[in-house]
Protein backbone atom coordinates (compact mmCIF):
# COMPACT_ATOMS: atom_id res chain seq x y z
CA UNK A 1 0.00 0.00 0.00
CA UNK A 2 2.77 2.21 -0.86
CA UNK A 3 0.87 4.32 -3.05
CA UNK A 4 -1.90 5.26 0.19
CA UNK A 5 0.87 5.99 2.10
CA UNK A 6 2.27 8.49 -0.02
CA UNK A 7 -1.13 9.56 -0.86
CA UNK A 8 -1.86 10.10 2.68
CA UNK A 9 1.34 11.72 3.35
CA UNK A 10 0.81 14.37 0.84
CA UNK A 11 -2.87 14.82 1.91
CA UNK A 12 -1.64 15.44 5.03
CA UNK A 13 1.33 17.89 3.74
CA UNK A 14 -1.51 19.88 1.99
CA UNK A 15 -3.24 20.52 4.96
CA UNK A 16 -6.24 18.00 4.98
CA UNK A 17 -6.24 16.70 8.95
CA UNK A 18 -6.39 12.68 8.24
CA UNK A 19 -6.58 11.24 11.92
CA UNK A 20 -5.09 7.92 12.92
CA UNK A 21 -8.14 5.87 12.93
CA UNK A 22 -9.05 7.11 9.22
CA UNK A 23 -5.59 6.93 8.52
CA UNK A 24 -5.33 2.82 9.56
CA UNK A 25 -8.73 2.06 7.84
CA UNK A 26 -7.42 3.47 4.73
CA UNK A 27 -4.33 1.53 4.40
CA UNK A 28 -6.21 -1.61 4.91
CA UNK A 29 -8.95 -1.15 2.48
CA UNK A 30 -8.25 -2.04 -1.08
CA UNK A 31 -9.82 0.93 -3.00
CA UNK A 32 -9.58 -1.43 -6.41
CA UNK A 33 -12.02 -3.90 -4.32
CA UNK A 34 -14.79 -1.53 -5.40
CA UNK A 35 -14.61 -0.50 -8.78
CA UNK A 36 -13.66 -2.14 -12.35
CA UNK A 37 -12.20 1.03 -13.36
CA UNK A 38 -8.77 2.11 -12.92
CA UNK A 39 -7.65 3.19 -9.86
CA UNK A 40 -4.20 5.37 -10.63
CA UNK A 41 -6.50 8.56 -10.86
CA UNK A 42 -7.75 8.00 -7.42
CA UNK A 43 -3.82 7.93 -5.71
CA UNK A 44 -3.67 11.62 -7.60
CA UNK A 45 -6.83 12.23 -5.19
CA UNK A 46 -9.13 12.51 -8.45
CA UNK A 47 -12.47 10.63 -8.02
CA UNK A 48 -12.84 7.23 -10.09
CA UNK A 49 -15.77 5.66 -11.52
CA UNK A 50 -17.30 2.76 -9.79
CA UNK A 51 -21.23 2.66 -11.86
CA UNK A 52 -21.55 3.73 -15.89
CA UNK A 53 -25.22 2.76 -16.75
CA UNK A 54 -26.55 2.43 -20.75
CA UNK A 55 -27.54 6.01 -21.00
CA UNK A 56 -24.67 8.00 -19.81
CA UNK A 57 -24.65 8.09 -15.85
CA UNK A 58 -21.93 7.70 -13.99
CA UNK A 59 -21.42 7.53 -10.43
CA UNK A 60 -17.71 7.83 -9.03
CA UNK A 61 -15.81 7.22 -5.54
CA UNK A 62 -15.24 10.55 -4.35
CA UNK A 63 -11.38 11.68 -4.33
CA UNK A 64 -9.28 10.86 -1.06
CA UNK A 65 -9.09 14.12 0.04
CA UNK A 66 -12.63 14.52 0.40
CA UNK A 67 -13.56 10.77 1.88
CA UNK A 68 -10.67 11.58 4.67
CA UNK A 69 -12.82 14.96 5.12
CA UNK A 70 -16.46 13.36 5.35
CA UNK A 71 -14.93 10.89 7.84
CA UNK A 72 -13.62 13.57 9.85
CA UNK A 73 -16.19 15.51 10.16
CA UNK A 74 -18.31 12.29 11.00
CA UNK A 75 -16.77 11.94 14.03
CA UNK A 76 -16.69 8.61 14.33
CA UNK A 77 -16.48 5.88 17.95
CA UNK A 78 -16.56 2.27 18.18
CA UNK A 79 -19.75 0.80 18.51
CA UNK A 80 -21.57 3.63 16.33
CA UNK A 81 -24.69 2.78 14.07
CA UNK A 82 -23.89 4.96 10.89
CA UNK A 83 -26.28 5.96 7.42
CA UNK A 84 -25.12 6.52 4.48
CA UNK A 85 -27.19 7.81 1.84
CA UNK A 86 -25.41 7.46 -1.70
CA UNK A 87 -23.36 3.93 -2.50
CA UNK A 88 -19.57 5.37 -3.21
CA UNK A 89 -19.34 1.89 -4.77
CA UNK A 90 -19.07 0.72 -0.87
CA UNK A 91 -15.61 1.88 -0.11
CA UNK A 92 -17.00 4.79 2.37
CA UNK A 93 -19.53 2.62 4.38
CA UNK A 94 -16.66 -0.45 4.43
CA UNK A 95 -14.09 2.61 5.66
CA UNK A 96 -17.02 3.28 7.92
CA UNK A 97 -17.47 -0.32 9.45
CA UNK A 98 -13.78 -0.98 9.80
CA UNK A 99 -13.84 2.91 11.94
CA UNK A 100 -16.83 1.70 14.61
CA UNK A 101 -16.08 -1.76 14.51
CA UNK A 102 -18.04 -4.99 15.43
CA UNK A 103 -20.24 -3.45 17.37
CA UNK A 104 -21.12 -0.85 15.26
CA UNK A 105 -23.40 -1.11 12.05
CA UNK A 106 -23.49 0.67 9.32
CA UNK A 107 -26.78 1.17 6.88
CA UNK A 108 -26.41 1.59 3.46
CA UNK A 109 -29.17 3.60 1.15
CA UNK A 110 -29.22 4.38 -2.51
CA UNK A 111 -31.91 4.91 -5.21
CA UNK A 112 -30.16 2.88 -7.84
CA UNK A 113 -30.84 -0.98 -7.64
CA UNK A 114 -27.41 -0.90 -10.27
CA UNK A 115 -25.78 0.91 -7.23
CA UNK A 116 -26.98 -1.15 -4.50
CA UNK A 117 -26.08 -4.36 -6.64
CA UNK A 118 -22.62 -3.01 -7.04
CA UNK A 119 -22.21 -2.70 -3.33
CA UNK A 120 -23.37 -5.97 -2.04
CA UNK A 121 -20.95 -7.81 -4.85
CA UNK A 122 -18.11 -5.83 -3.17
CA UNK A 123 -19.82 -6.18 0.15
CA UNK A 124 -20.18 -10.37 0.69
CA UNK A 125 -17.59 -10.28 3.51
CA UNK A 126 -18.97 -7.14 5.80
CA UNK A 127 -21.46 -8.39 7.93
CA UNK A 128 -21.91 -5.06 9.93
CA UNK A 129 -22.96 -3.64 6.40
CA UNK A 130 -26.79 -3.66 5.31
CA UNK A 131 -27.69 -2.12 1.79
CA UNK A 132 -30.86 -1.49 0.40
CA UNK A 133 -32.47 0.14 -2.49
CA UNK A 134 -34.41 3.50 -1.47
CA UNK A 135 -37.65 4.13 -3.51
CA UNK A 136 -36.52 7.51 -3.93
CA UNK A 137 -34.47 10.40 -1.86
CA UNK A 138 -37.45 12.29 -0.29
CA UNK A 139 -39.15 9.16 0.74
CA UNK A 140 -38.73 7.08 4.17
CA UNK A 141 -37.52 2.96 3.44
CA UNK A 142 -40.05 0.66 5.13
CA UNK A 143 -39.33 -0.58 8.11
CA UNK A 144 -35.79 1.34 8.59
CA UNK A 145 -34.52 2.14 11.79
CA UNK A 146 -36.47 4.82 14.07
CA UNK A 147 -33.72 6.59 15.64
CA UNK A 148 -30.18 8.39 13.76
CA UNK A 149 -27.56 9.17 15.38
CA UNK A 150 -24.84 9.83 12.19
CA UNK A 151 -25.76 10.39 8.94
CA UNK A 152 -23.92 10.69 5.99
CA UNK A 153 -25.38 11.97 2.60
CA UNK A 154 -22.85 11.26 -0.55
CA UNK A 155 -24.45 13.70 -2.86
CA UNK A 156 -25.60 16.49 -3.30
CA UNK A 157 -29.43 17.71 -1.64
CA UNK A 158 -31.42 20.78 -1.78
CA UNK A 159 -32.30 19.85 1.88
CA UNK A 160 -32.05 17.21 4.58
CA UNK A 161 -34.59 14.78 3.55
CA UNK A 162 -38.10 15.02 6.15
CA UNK A 163 -37.95 11.61 7.02
CA UNK A 164 -33.99 11.52 7.90
CA UNK A 165 -34.08 15.08 9.54
CA UNK A 166 -36.71 14.17 12.25
CA UNK A 167 -35.02 10.66 13.46
CA UNK A 168 -32.08 12.24 13.94
CA UNK A 169 -31.54 11.90 17.88
CA UNK A 170 -30.52 14.64 20.65
CA UNK A 171 -27.18 15.30 19.79
CA UNK A 172 -27.08 13.39 16.51
CA UNK A 173 -26.00 15.08 13.05
CA UNK A 174 -26.17 14.60 9.42
CA UNK A 175 -23.84 15.25 6.80
CA UNK A 176 -24.39 16.40 3.45
CA UNK A 177 -23.52 18.67 0.61
CA UNK A 178 -26.86 21.01 0.45
CA UNK A 179 -27.25 23.05 -2.48
CA UNK A 180 -28.13 23.23 -6.13
CA UNK A 181 -26.73 20.99 -9.05
CA UNK A 182 -23.91 23.87 -9.79
CA UNK A 183 -22.40 23.75 -6.20
CA UNK A 184 -23.12 22.98 -2.81
CA UNK A 185 -21.83 23.62 0.71
CA UNK A 186 -20.52 21.14 2.95
CA UNK A 187 -22.94 20.99 6.05
CA UNK A 188 -23.23 19.35 9.38
CA UNK A 189 -27.00 19.90 10.67
CA UNK A 190 -27.07 18.61 14.56
CA UNK A 191 -30.35 18.27 16.78
CA UNK A 192 -30.31 20.19 19.79
CA UNK A 193 -33.82 19.20 21.30
CA UNK A 194 -36.14 20.51 18.81
CA UNK A 195 -33.76 22.60 16.71
CA UNK A 196 -31.67 21.53 13.62
CA UNK A 197 -28.53 23.71 13.73
CA UNK A 198 -26.09 24.24 10.73
CA UNK A 199 -22.78 24.86 10.73
CA UNK A 200 -21.07 25.02 7.04
CA UNK A 201 -17.95 23.28 6.29
CA UNK A 202 -17.18 24.46 3.35
CA UNK A 203 -18.00 25.03 -0.73
CA UNK A 204 -18.05 21.44 -2.43
CA UNK A 205 -19.27 19.79 -5.63
CA UNK A 206 -21.04 16.69 -5.48
CA UNK A 207 -22.96 15.26 -7.91
CA UNK A 208 -26.49 14.04 -7.18
CA UNK A 209 -27.09 10.89 -5.06
CA UNK A 210 -29.33 8.89 -8.16
CA UNK A 211 -27.11 7.75 -10.86
CA UNK A 212 -30.67 8.63 -13.07
CA UNK A 213 -30.02 12.28 -12.55
CA UNK A 214 -26.19 11.94 -13.89
CA UNK A 215 -27.23 10.94 -17.04
CA UNK A 216 -27.20 12.67 -20.27
CA UNK A 217 -30.33 14.47 -21.52
CA UNK A 218 -31.98 17.60 -22.40
CA UNK A 219 -31.72 19.83 -19.16
CA UNK A 220 -34.51 20.32 -17.21
CA UNK A 221 -36.14 23.80 -16.05
CA UNK A 222 -34.33 23.64 -12.45
CA UNK A 223 -30.90 22.45 -13.54
CA UNK A 224 -31.57 25.46 -16.00
CA UNK A 225 -32.03 27.90 -12.74
CA UNK A 226 -29.15 26.22 -11.24
CA UNK A 227 -26.63 26.99 -14.06
CA UNK A 228 -28.21 31.10 -13.96
CA UNK A 229 -27.73 31.31 -10.56
CA UNK A 230 -24.11 30.54 -10.39
CA UNK A 231 -23.15 32.36 -13.91
CA UNK A 232 -25.07 35.27 -11.90
CA UNK A 233 -22.92 34.97 -8.97
CA UNK A 234 -19.65 34.61 -10.88
CA UNK A 235 -20.63 37.62 -13.59
CA UNK A 236 -21.67 39.61 -9.99
CA UNK A 237 -18.30 38.71 -8.38
CA UNK A 238 -16.51 40.05 -11.53
CA UNK A 239 -18.74 43.44 -11.40
CA UNK A 240 -19.75 42.01 -15.20
CA UNK A 241 -23.93 42.81 -14.17
CA UNK A 242 -25.90 45.75 -13.65
CA UNK A 243 -28.31 46.05 -10.89
CA UNK A 244 -31.05 45.57 -14.04
CA UNK A 245 -29.32 42.90 -16.18
CA UNK A 246 -29.49 40.79 -12.30
CA UNK A 247 -33.16 41.58 -11.28
CA UNK A 248 -33.75 40.11 -15.00
CA UNK A 249 -32.02 37.35 -14.41
CA UNK A 250 -33.21 36.84 -10.68
CA UNK A 251 -37.04 37.19 -11.59
CA UNK A 252 -35.92 34.47 -14.63
CA UNK A 253 -34.32 31.91 -12.26
CA UNK A 254 -37.83 32.61 -9.87
CA UNK A 255 -39.94 31.83 -12.98
CA UNK A 256 -38.49 28.95 -14.07
CA UNK A 257 -38.34 27.52 -10.78
CA UNK A 258 -41.92 27.38 -10.65
CA UNK A 259 -42.72 25.26 -14.01
CA UNK A 260 -44.23 22.06 -13.12
CA UNK A 261 -41.50 19.53 -11.70
CA UNK A 262 -43.39 16.88 -14.53
CA UNK A 263 -42.79 19.49 -17.62
CA UNK A 264 -40.80 17.54 -20.48
CA UNK A 265 -37.84 18.40 -21.38
CA UNK A 266 -37.33 20.62 -24.46
CA UNK A 267 -37.93 18.62 -27.95
CA UNK A 268 -39.38 15.75 -25.94
CA UNK A 269 -43.47 15.77 -24.96
CA UNK A 270 -44.91 16.83 -28.03
CA UNK A 271 -44.24 20.09 -27.29
CA UNK A 272 -42.67 22.22 -29.94
CA UNK A 273 -39.48 23.78 -28.88
CA UNK A 274 -40.77 27.55 -30.13
CA UNK A 275 -43.81 26.73 -27.34
CA UNK A 276 -42.00 24.98 -24.53
CA UNK A 277 -42.49 27.19 -21.39
CA UNK A 278 -39.17 26.93 -20.20
CA UNK A 279 -37.79 28.48 -23.77
CA UNK A 280 -40.25 31.22 -23.90
CA UNK A 281 -39.17 32.47 -20.31
CA UNK A 282 -35.53 32.52 -22.02
CA UNK A 283 -36.44 34.61 -25.07
CA UNK A 284 -38.69 36.63 -23.33
CA UNK A 285 -36.44 37.58 -20.72
CA UNK A 286 -32.94 37.36 -22.69
CA UNK A 287 -33.61 41.66 -24.01
CA UNK A 288 -32.50 42.10 -20.54
CA UNK A 289 -28.83 40.58 -20.19
CA UNK A 290 -28.10 40.40 -23.57
CA UNK A 291 -24.82 41.40 -23.14
CA UNK A 292 -24.08 38.85 -20.99
CA UNK A 293 -24.96 36.32 -23.18
CA UNK A 294 -21.82 35.26 -24.02
CA UNK A 295 -21.09 34.63 -20.68
CA UNK A 296 -24.52 32.19 -20.10
CA UNK A 297 -23.35 30.36 -23.65
CA UNK A 298 -20.33 29.46 -21.94
CA UNK A 299 -22.27 28.37 -19.21
CA UNK A 300 -25.08 26.48 -20.70
CA UNK A 301 -23.15 24.97 -23.47
CA UNK A 302 -23.51 21.94 -24.31
CA UNK A 303 -26.09 21.27 -22.38
CA UNK A 304 -29.17 23.38 -24.23
CA UNK A 305 -27.23 22.80 -27.47
CA UNK A 306 -28.99 20.15 -29.85
CA UNK A 307 -26.76 18.01 -32.15
CA UNK A 308 -27.42 20.70 -34.84
CA UNK A 309 -26.78 23.67 -33.05
CA UNK A 310 -24.17 26.24 -33.58
CA UNK A 311 -20.39 25.34 -33.10
CA UNK A 312 -19.73 28.88 -31.14
CA UNK A 313 -15.77 27.29 -30.69
CA UNK A 314 -15.75 28.83 -34.70
CA UNK A 315 -16.94 32.00 -34.02
CA UNK A 316 -14.40 34.70 -33.09
CA UNK A 317 -16.72 36.72 -31.26
CA UNK A 318 -20.70 36.58 -30.95
CA UNK A 319 -23.02 40.01 -29.69
CA UNK A 320 -26.01 37.34 -28.63
CA UNK A 321 -27.66 37.73 -32.10
CA UNK A 322 -27.72 33.96 -32.53
CA UNK A 323 -29.68 33.28 -29.05
CA UNK A 324 -33.04 32.23 -31.15
CA UNK A 325 -30.84 29.77 -32.52
CA UNK A 326 -28.90 28.42 -29.81
CA UNK A 327 -31.72 27.86 -27.62
CA UNK A 328 -33.97 25.86 -30.33
Known sequence: MA?????????????????????????KLDVADFTDYDVEPFFADRPIPFLETDEGGVKTISAP??????????????????????AKGGYIAALIAMIVGEHGRVRLLDPSHLAIEHVQSRLTHWPTVESRVLEAVEIAPVAFPGDLNRVLITGQVRELPEWLSSRIVDGGFALAPLGNTAGQHLTKVERQGDEMFPTDLGPVSFGPVDVKDTETGPMNPNE????????????????MVD???????????????????????????????????????????????????????????????????????????????NFDEYIR
Open 243 to 321: DDEANALRDLIVELRQLPADLPPPGEGGIPMSEHPMIQLMWEASPSFLRLWPMLQLMLHPNLAQPGAVDWSDDDEDDGS
Open 3 to 27: DMTDLLRRLESGGIEVPSHIKKAML
Open 65 to 86: HMIATLLHHLELAEGLEVVVLG
Open 224 to 239: LADLLELTMETCEELD
